[in-house]
Structure formats: structure tokens, C-alpha cells
């Protein structure tokens, strides 16, 4: 099943606040990640090498996207481990900018590389680009699968980076919209397994746990003709409680530097608790995701969401 979630929004967290949800310890196993210490523009600002890569950002940016995809299809590079370390830096500014297209055209030069780190964030840029307005419904079917892909590939490079199981899981939900719904039923167990392992090697990335908490709502909420078609395809459907999902959203929030790190995190806490009956608490998280900053479009829907729920307890009173 999808994950009902809008990760791009989610997962350039630190682009607003030191706070996010990918743990950078200053290695390349663990930068762009998402976490606390998540790499920031300032940072690269300060590196010697920061002029020689603005300037190829800069120069990037006169190059039509579809004509860069031309050039790079014909011209893969392959680059030395220190070259690789320079990319990593430059798709992580590129990546906390907010620039899509110029972080996919970096990093698909690359894209025949071995090296797990590149791979990673190219599956994550893959499917950035699919989540573009102005990309058609094929050409993002295609930038889905291309995402997979590279998500496997990583995989099988590397099994002990947190990053890679996690985008692994993501691809793999992307990819549930166009495979039917036995297809999507059984991607579920491959998801949870993968974010369980991100989890594992990485307790403290609050995003992996949120994903958890979203599988865990997404199925304890499932429509019952839904429960009926997963009952008749497998013997021991997938199945979650909003128990459980609670516990996630609350770790997710509870687990990182600064509280309240997502909008929606707060929101699906007001909105579990709702489902559990607990309006007192409901209300108490509906009421921050309602008075969260509104920086993305994202944040906009979510006030709207929250405001649209208070309203209805004021509306039964």
C-alpha cells in the first residue's frame, strides 16, 4: 500500500530547523540522511571546494531538464572515492535547497556507480522528480520503477546502512499504485520489514518511525471489503492496531532533538486519538498540528485538516 504521506515535504526536515530525521554522525554512511545533524547549506558553505561546486550547480541550471537527460544518458561517470565524497556534499546542499532537477541531473551521471551512498539519494531524487506537477503520468511511472531500482541496487551494496532500507521501503510503496492490490497487500510485509530494520540500525530516526506508525494506521483503518480481498489473497494478512500505531507516532516525537518536528505527525497523533475515542488528547494534538508554522503546502493542508476536526468537536458540543 502507498504510504499516505507526502515525503518530499517530510524528509528535507532540516531545511527549516536543526532538526530532522536522518542521524549524521560526519561519515558518508550517514550524511543526507535525514537525522539529527542533517548536513546544512551553511556548512557547505564554509568548505573550500564550496566555489568549484556552486559554480557547477550555477552552470547546471542553463541546462534544459530534458536536454540534460540526453547529455547524461550518453556520458555516466565514474568517480574515485574521494570525487564521491565532493558529490555526496554537493547533492546533500542541493537536496536541503529544495532543487529537484538539478539534484536528479547531478546525481544520474552517476548513476552506474557502486556505491550505496550515491544510489540511495538517486532513488530518493528518482522519485522527487516523479512528485513534480509538470512530470505526466508515464514519465513518473517510469521515475517510480527508476527509483526502485536504484533503491535495490543500493541494497545489495549496502544491507547495514538505515538510508537504504528505508528508501528501499518507500520505492517499494511507490511502485504498490501500479502493481494491483494482491500485489500491494504483499509489498506491505516486504515495507514493514524494511522499515523495521531501518529502525534498528538507526532508533533515533524519526522519520523511519513515523513511516512505521503510518503502516501501522493505514492498516489498522482498513476498509472491511479491503480486510475481506486480503483475507481470500493471503492466509495471515497484514494487520496493525491504532494501539500501535500511537506508539509509533509518540516515539517518532518523542525521539527527536526538538518536539513537534512534523506537522503531521502531530496531526495523526489528534487523528489516532480520535480513533481511539480519547478526545481530550485528540483535541490536544490537533490543537499543535493546527498552531504548527505553516512552511510548506504541506503544513497548509494540515491546518486545514486540524482546524476541520476542532471544528467538528465544537460543532457536537
Same mark, same amino acid.
Given at each position: 500500500?502507498?504510504?499516505?504521506?507526502?515525503?518530499?515535504?517530510? !524528509?528535507? !526536515?532540516?531545511?527549516?530547523?536543526?532538526?530532522?530525521?536522518?542521524?549524521?554522525?560526519?561519515?558518508?554512511?550517514?550524511?543526507?540522511?535525514?537525522?539529527?545533524?542533517?548536513?546544512?547549506?551553511?556548512?557547505?558553505?564554509?568548505?573550500?571546494?564550496?566555489?568549484?561546486?556552486?559554480?557547477?550547480?550555477?552552470?547546471?541550471? +542553463?541546462?534544459? #531538464?530534458?536536454?540534460?537527460?540526453?547529455?547524461?544518458?550518453?556520458?555516466?561517470?565514474?568517480?574515485?572515492?574521494?570525487?564521491?565524497?565532493?558529490?555526496?556534499?554537493? $547533492?546533500?546542499?542541493?537536496?536541503?535547497?529544495? %532543487?529537484? %532537477?538539478?539534484? +536528479?541531473?547531478?546525481?544520474?551521471?552517476?548513476?552506474?556507480?557502486?556505491?550505496?551512498?550515491?544510489?540511495?539519494?538517486?532513488?530518493? $531524487?528518482?522519485?522527487?522528480?516523479?512528485?513534480?506537477? &509538470?512530470?505526466?503520468?508515464?514519465?513518473?511511472?517510469?521515475?517510480?520503477?527508476? /527509483?526502485?531500482?536504484?533503491?535495490?541496487?543500493?541494497?545489495? &551494496?549496502?544491507?547495514?546502512? *538505515? =538510508? @537504504?532500507?528505508?528508501?528501499? /521501503?518507500?520505492?517499494?510503496?511507490? @511502485?504498490?499504485? +501500479?502493481?494491483?492490490?494482491?500485489?500491494?497487500?504483499?509489498?506491505?510485509?516486504?515495507?514493514?520489514?524494511?522499515?523495521?530494520? $531501518?529502525?534498528?540500525?538507526?532508533?533515533?530516526? =524519526?522519520?523511519?518511525?513515523?513511516?512505521?506508525?503510518?503502516?501501522?494506521?493505514?492498516? =489498522?483503518?482498513?476498509?472491511?471489503?479491503?480486510?475481506?480481498?486480503?483475507?481470500?489473497? *493471503?492466509?495471515?494478512?497484514?494487520?496493525?492496531?491504532?494501539? %500501535? /500505531?500511537?506508539?509509533?507516532?509518540?516515539?517518532?516525537?518523542?525521539?527527536?532533538?526538538?518536539?513537534?518536528?512534523?506537522?503531521?505527525?502531530?496531526?495523526? !497523533?489528534? &487523528?489516532?486519538?480520535?480513533?481511539?475515542?480519547?478526545?481530550? !488528547?485528540?483535541? #490536544?494534538?490537533?490543537?499543535? /498540528? &493546527?498552531?504548527?508554522?505553516?512552511?510548506?503546502?504541506?503544513?497548509?493542508?494540515?491546518?486545514? %485538516?486540524?482546524?476541520?476536526?476542532?471544528?467538528?468537536?465544537?460543532?457536537?458540543?
Amino acid at each position: 500500500m502507498a504510504l499516505a504521506v507526502g515525503l518530499r515535504r517530510l !524528509l528535507p !526536515l532540516r531545511r527549516r530547523a536543526a532538526l530532522g530525521f536522518r542521524l549524521r554522525t560526519g561519515t558518508s554512511s550517514s550524511r543526507g540522511q535525514g537525522g539529527p545533524g542533517r548536513f546544512h547549506g551553511s556548512e557547505v558553505m564554509g568548505n573550500p571546494g564550496t566555489l568549484k561546486r556552486g559554480l557547477l550547480v550555477s552552470a547546471l541550471s +542553463y541546462l534544459g #531538464f530534458e536536454t540534460y537527460q540526453v547529455i547524461s544518458q550518453a556520458a555516466v561517470v565514474h568517480a574515485t572515492a574521494k570525487e564521491v565524497e565532493e558529490i555526496l556534499e554537493q $547533492a546533500d546542499y542541493l537536496y536541503e535547497s529544495g %532543487e529537484t %532537477e538539478k539534484l +536528479y541531473q547531478l546525481l544520474t551521471q552517476y548513476k552506474e556507480s557502486e556505491d550505496a551512498e550515491l544510489l540511495w539519494r538517486l532513488a530518493r $531524487a528518482s522519485r522527487d522528480m516523479a512528485q513534480l506537477c &509538470k512530470a505526466s503520468e508515464e514519465e513518473k511511472k517510469l521515475l517510480v520503477y527508476e /527509483a526502485l531500482e536504484y533503491a535495490k541496487r543500493a541494497l545489495e &551494496k549496502n544491507e547495514s546502512n *538505515f =538510508a @537504504v532500507h528505508k528508501w528501499y /521501503a518507500i520505492c517499494i510503496s511507490d @511502485v504498490g499504485d +501500479y502493481e494491483g492490490i494482491k500485489v500491494k497487500i504483499g509489498n506491505a510485509y516486504i515495507i514493514k520489514e524494511h522499515f523495521e530494520k $531501518a529502525i534498528e540500525l538507526n532508533p533515533k530516526d =524519526a522519520t523511519s518511525i513515523h513511516l512505521m506508525g503510518i503502516w501501522c494506521y493505514t492498516f =489498522a483503518e482498513m476498509p472491511w471489503y479491503q480486510r475481506r480481498i486480503a483475507k481470500i489473497l *493471503f492466509a495471515t494478512p497484514p494487520s496493525s492496531t491504532y494501539e %500501535e /500505531a500511537l506508539r509509533y507516532f509518540h516515539r517518532a516525537e518523542q525521539g527527536t532533538v526538538d518536539p513537534n518536528f512534523y506537522s503531521k505527525n502531530l496531526l495523526l !497523533l489528534g &487523528k489516532t486519538y480520535l480513533k481511539l475515542h480519547n478526545k481530550k !488528547l485528540a483535541a #490536544f494534538w490537533l490543537m499543535k /498540528a &493546527k498552531d504548527y508554522p505553516a512552511h510548506t503546502e504541506e503544513d497548509k493542508q494540515v491546518h486545514t %485538516e486540524a482546524a476541520q476536526l476542532l471544528t467538528g468537536f465544537s460543532d457536537k458540543n
